[in-house]
């Protein structure tokens, strides 16, 4: 379990095939020695399982339903990734619950200055957008984020400069597709009120 707290910017140093599956490696800042191997690490929103551990990078294994599912079939060696290790017992707990069961992929619309900040409008697959709610969390890219605006088939989200800055959302454009993962506390409400989404 995460936070959408992004810990760290990574690069994927190498990919390699494996049939259907990708093995990753993955160089990162955050303090690996506290990290176990088969620990679950958040890799721009998706949880992977750390399989071998190096000083300043890890590996893991992408299965080939992760990568129908996310953008990680369209990495290529140095892309920069969010990275954020799984909470700990007493953790702060500061963003949202994200799990890192990515739901699909969302494409950004058009990205507008507003001020210091940026207002982001992302185009949601329609299956998705029941359970996105203005004022309700999103993670995208593995980003904890508020919903501002709700539309039949987008939303918008606002980032600050820290955000803007410290996670890879900085780098993207209109047109490129992120890790969208819904709140999971929407996904229960919807099946307790027979409502979910087909």
């Not at 494996?18 to 998706?46: M, P, Q």
């Not at 399989?51 to 060696?77: G, H, M, P, Q, Y």
């Not at 017992?89 to 619950?97: A, C, I, K, Y």
């Not at 890192?100 to 409008?121: C, F, L, P, R």
Request: net charge negative; aromatic share 6%.
């Amino acid at each position: 379990m995460f936070t959408g707290l992004v810990q760290d910017v990574g690069t994927v140093c190498s990919i390699e095939n494996r049939g259907v599956d990708l093995r990753l490696e993955i160089e990162t800042n955050i303090d690996l020695k506290k990290v176990s191997s088969g620990a679950s690490i958040a890799v721009s929103g998706v949880c992977l399982t750390a399989t071998e551990i190096k000083k300043n990078c890890f590996f893991t294994d992408v299965s080939a339903e992760t990568l129908r599912k996310t953008i990680i079939k369209d990495w290529r060696v140095g892309e920069r990734v969010n990275i954020e290790p799984s909470l700990r017992l007493g953790d702060e707990l500061g963003g949202h619950f994200v799990f890192g069961h990515v739901d699909g992929t969302a494409e950004i619309m058009n990205i507008k200055e507003e001020g210091q900040s940026y207002m982001i409008k992302v185009k949601a697959p329609r299956t998705l957008m029941p359970y996105i709610a203005q004022k309700g969390s999103v993670a995208l890219d593995g980003i904890s984020l508020t919903v501002n605006e709700v539309g039949s088939d987008y939303f918008t989200v606002n980032i600050i400069p820290q955000t803007w800055a410290k996670t890879t959302i900085g780098m993207k454009k209109a047109g490129d597709l992120l890790n969208i993962e819904i709140d999971m506390l929407a996904r229960y409400v919807a099946r307790m009120l027979g409502k979910e989404a087909a």
